[in-house]
């Protein structure tokens, strides 16, 4: 006969299967604060600041660390001895650990002139870190992806150029600034500028430096895009480079200014890549999220840099993320649209929160298929789009639904991915993952317990929102299930030694 622990043990494995029902948001014992308001372009030293304080204040989340240094020049004393740390956070729910069955986002900025670009991913990581407890979509991708920024990984230019403060501006109005790094190229100790138009040979544009088709690059030292002495010359470019190795990063963004464009690759040349059909779709959907200044009815132009901005661009990160890596990678020139005078490369202050916004929504929807798994090259032609189904799951009274599985399975070769829904029975399924290509007008089945729908991948979005009624009992995950057991055999076990 079973102790009463035994029998005790099976009434914790019966709890542990059934759902558990909605906790209350974690916001209940969180002080929520804005880290960053967008009225202001953020300083060097505020930027640090502010990263190491959402770090302290949300450890559960955030972590910052860096990932190598600039050369170090220091406007104070005209020499090279402030080398800058290129701090970066991370945001996620397990923010001290490398989760390998979670896809890693990194989003950056090279040019030191384009200072809406520094704003938008302090609006980003403060939108992120506020929006884990208030916001569902937020709390799923902060879950289940791990998402790096580095806000200033060219704080040597940043500083050239001003520093964030208007009054301090290195170059005139319209396409002025300061574009390089701040490389001292004749080495006498400190940093020659001629005129802050990047008209000087000092400094290297760290996004000429990249080691793919380098060498068609530009090789005058007095050039704004100028390539270098030698690919990954840069301390700056090489930990980036090492970074991006190192954490198996799988999807990369390099923000810039201005023109209001997606752009991806081939950046050096006019040639569609492989993936050209995969990397089109997807810019697609995020330009449709997209706005010019305010307006909901225009949005970004997308595709390769000389179909959109007129212009190749060897030596690029994104190229280098996804020629050498074969993993995605991507630009974006943030606004103002393309214009010669007017806003320019600082755009006015009272712009900024229109211009973040203008763009936020997009760059959720990158991060959200940033999971999709490219194939090989010579493969390419079979994969599939990236393609995003999420909504609720709740029982016949309401209720939210956890960690029940939900599948999705394309009825014409069984192609079938999963995932189970959160406390808030919020469920993400990103189609990009499946292992072979479909069309638009693919019927795929979603399910969850005896609930079944069907639908065609076709939403201009890319994505869509199925919400479940589950009237019996739901299907349970593997890991609900597995939990169950393990629970149940250790109390039993434990009742046994005890009779």
Not at 188 to 217: C, F, H, K, Q
Not at 460 to 481: I, K, Q, Y
């Amino acid at each position: 006969m079973l102790s009463r622990v035994a029998v005790l043990a099976i009434l914790i494995s019966f709890l542990v299967i059934i759902p558990a029902p909605s906790s209350t948001k974690d916001a209940r014992s969180v002080e929520l604060k804005d880290y960053y308001t967008p009225d202001h372009y953020p300083s060097f030293q505020e930027i640090n600041h502010t990263l190491h304080q959402i770090a302290k204040d949300h450890p559960d989340i955030a972590r910052v660390f860096s990932i190598g240094h600039t050369w170090g020049w220091d406007p104070k004393t005209g020499r090279y001895d402030w080398p800058k740390p290129l701090w970066t956070i991370k945001i996620s729910d397990n923010p001290t650990v490398n989760e390998s069955n979670e896809a890693r986002v990194y989003i950056h900025w090279h040019h030191a002139r384009e200072w809406i670009d520094p704003a938008f991913m302090m609006y980003l990581i403060n939108a992120l870190v506020k929006g884990y407890y208030t916001n569902d979509t937020i709390h799923w991708i902060v879950n289940h992806y791990e998402i790096y920024i580095t806000p200033l990984s060219n704080a040597d230019g940043y500083i050239v150029d001003g520093n964030g403060n208007p009054s301090n501006l290195s170059g005139d109005w319209g396409p002025g600034g300061w574009r390089k790094n701040a490389r001292d190229l004749n080495g006498n100790g400190t940093l020659d500028i001629d005129n802050l138009w990047d008209a000087t040979g000092e400094g290297v544009d760290p996004e000429r430096n990249w080691d793919w088709y380098w060498s068609n690059g530009n090789d005058n030292p007095s050039d704004p895009d100028y390539h270098g002495p030698a690919p990954f010359s840069e301390p700056e470019v090489r930990a980036e480079r090492d970074f991006i190795e190192n954490y198996s990063i799988d999807a990369q963004c390099v923000l810039h200014s201005f023109s209001a464009a997606i752009l991806i690759p081939w950046f050096y040349t006019s040639q569609n890549p492989p993936h050209g059909a995969f990397f089109r779709d997807f810019a697609r959907h995020m330009a449709l999220r997209t706005k010019i200044d305010g307006d909901a009815s225009s949005h970004f132009s997308y595709g390769r840099p000389d179909e959109v901005i007129g212009y190749s661009a060897p030596g690029g990160s994104s190229d280098w993320v996804y020629g050498k890596l074969n993993k995605i990678g991507i630009a974006v020139e943030m606004e103002p649209t393309y214009t010669l005078y007017g806003d320019g490369f600082h755009p006015s202050t009272s712009k900024i929160r229109t211009y973040i916004t203008d763009f936020y929504e997009a760059m959720i929807y990158f991060i959200e298929i940033s999971n999709s798994k490219l194939k090989s090259k010579s493969e390419a032609n079979n994969q599939p789009n990236a393609y995003i189904v999420w909504g609720y799951a709740h029982d016949d009274s309401g209720n939210p639904l956890m960690g029940v599985t939900v599948k999705i399975r394309n009825t014409a070769n069984g192609d079938e991915i999963y995932t189970t829904t959160d406390e808030h029975g919020f469920y993400m399924l990103n189609l990009g993952t499946l292992q072979n290509k479909y069309s638009n007008t693919t019927t795929f089945e979603i399910s969850v317990g005896d609930a079944t729908q069907t639908f065609t991948p076709n939403n201009d979005l890319g994505s869509e929102r199925r919400d479940f009624t589950v009237s019996s009992v739901p299907e349970f995950s593997e890991t609900g299930l597995g939990l169950s057991i393990l629970v149940a055999t250790v109390a039993i076990f434990i009742a046994v030694l005890r009779e």
